[in-house]
């Protein structure tokens, strides 16, 4: 027996019992995968083969202000004031 669904939203929607039951009868008729939103982030090189690698960095209080701090005075994300600063660390080491 299926259980009851109570409580939640979705983007501020009560989530009820006709909310599911009519997702379910769109999901059996099928979906166009073309016509599905693409989700994720894009690559950054858009010829680049496969997924860019994610590298998990730690850093203190103070040096994480100052990243953020540069990269909104550059007009930029943090990982790409990372990104510029391995590039130019590379070209000098």
């Known amino acids: 027996m299926a259980k009851k669904y109570e409580g939640g939203t979705i983007g501020g929607t009560p989530v009820t019992e006709e909310l599911i039951a ?3 009868e769109r999901a059996e008729r ?6 599905l939103r693409k989700r994720g982030r894009p ?7 496969g997924e860019s690698t994610v590298i998990p960095v730690r850093m203190d209080d103070e040096l994480l202000e100052a990243l953020g701090e540069k990269a909104r005075q550059g007009g ?18």
Do not use: C, M, T
Not at 30 to 35: F, I, K, L, P
């Open 43 to 49: 690559k950054l090189n858009p010829d680049a083969e």
């Open 30 to 35: 099928g979906y166009d995968v073309e016509q």
């Open 76 to 93: 930029i994300s943090r990982s790409e004031a990372i990104r510029e600063a391995v590039r130019a660390w590379i070209h000098v080491a």
């Open 22 to 24: 009519k997702a379910v």
